[in-house]
């Protein structure tokens, strides 16, 4: 059914920038709130970003805010997540996730901010950021 593939993963030395694709294929794009999620050794899964299903609105996580930007082209089906200033700390398996559009208005990333919210998920990429 839904199939997400996320790419551009790698290693980087601090302060340098990775770029993070994410292709869906499905269902209707633009249905979908789709968000970036990593998950480092010993930790658990959060958020990063995510973007609503017209590309409209973003939210950020606190470590993220400043140098990350999510966006998304609606017409190829993709999302991005452009990593900037990165850090030794923003190593992990990085992921693609996917769901429903079923909640909007100002406050709509409230509803969306656990892994559990999520419908689809990508296999992940691995980003390695050393120091």
């Known amino acids: 059914q839904v199939q997400l593939v996320e790419s551009g993963g790698g290693l980087v030395q601090a302060g340098g920038s990775l770029g993070l694709s994410c292709a869906l294929s499905?269902?209707?794009?633009?249905?979908?709130?789709m968000a970036w999620f990593r998950q480092a050794p010993g930790k658990e899964r959060e958020l990063v970003a995510v973007?609503?299903?017209?590309?409209?609105?973003?939210n950020y996580a606190d470590s993220a805010q400043g140098r990350f930007t999510i966006f998304r082209d609606n017409a190829r089906n993709t999302i991005y997540l452009q990593m900037n200033s990165l850090k030794p700390e923003d190593t992990a398996v990085y992921y693609c996730?996917?769901?429903?559009?079923?909640?909007?208005?100002?406050?709509?990333?409230?509803?969306?901010?656990?892994?559990?919210?999520?419908?689809?998920w990508g296999q992940g990429t691995q980003v390695t950021v050393s120091s």
């Open positions: 996730a996917a769901a429903r559009a079923a909640r909007s208005g100002t406050m709509w990333h409230a509803y969306y901010r656990l892994s559990r919210d999520y419908d689809f």
């Open positions: 973007v609503s299903g017209g590309g409209g609105s973003t």
């Open positions: 499905g269902r209707t794009f633009s249905n979908y709130h």
